[in-house]
């Protein structure tokens, strides 16, 4: 994530309409074109934590001589794209997507969540936001009041480092829809 400027040269974009998967740049998948980046390198959120996701795989995948993720055909990874963007309100998302690829898992415990695990969190109000996690957010007493995380959104005018916190009022995260996913390293993916 240390590739991508925060200065706002890398904007946030959510169209109303159309078939662009919120990318800055193509991501290709065996040989194929899977999403088109943006001319103008913005993105949405579950758009850049996949774009990175992608980028991460392809490095993997030199190190390790791998020739797929996992054994997905394009058409599987269109399934895992869209599990990893939501299919239903207040989802999981990337904990789906990892989980039914045999790729990651859902880290439960707070305490275990790690720099670089992908979230998806839901608000109090309905919206969601899908992001890497940075750091917690902690009160005097140490404990966790909220999470520093990194993604792309307008009020961090495109690519960014923000921090929210969880509450009742409805800008606040819902605990309750706050999910964390580990991917693992290639030699502990699961077979199918």
Known sequence: ????????????YWPSS??????????????????????FN??????????????AWEQEAALNNLENINGMTNSDLTEFRIDWYVRDL???GVVEAVE?????ERVTDWSDIEPGDFLQFWRNNGSGHNNIFIDWEKDSDGRIVGVEYWSTQGSTDGIGYNSEYFGTAESNIDPAFFFAARVYDSENWISE
Request: glycine share 16%.
């Open 1 to 12: 994530i240390s590739t991508y400027p925060t200065d706002g040269s890398y904007g946030y």
């Open 18 to 39: 159309g078939n662009w998967l919120g990318t800055t740049q193509d991501i290709y998948y065996l040989s194929q074109l899977v999403a088109e980046g943006d001319l």
């Open 42 to 55: 913005r993105s949405y959120c579950v758009g850049l934590t996949w774009e990175v996701f992608m980028q």
């Open 90 to 92: 207040f989802g999981s």
């Open 100 to 104: 039914n690829y045999g790729i990651g």
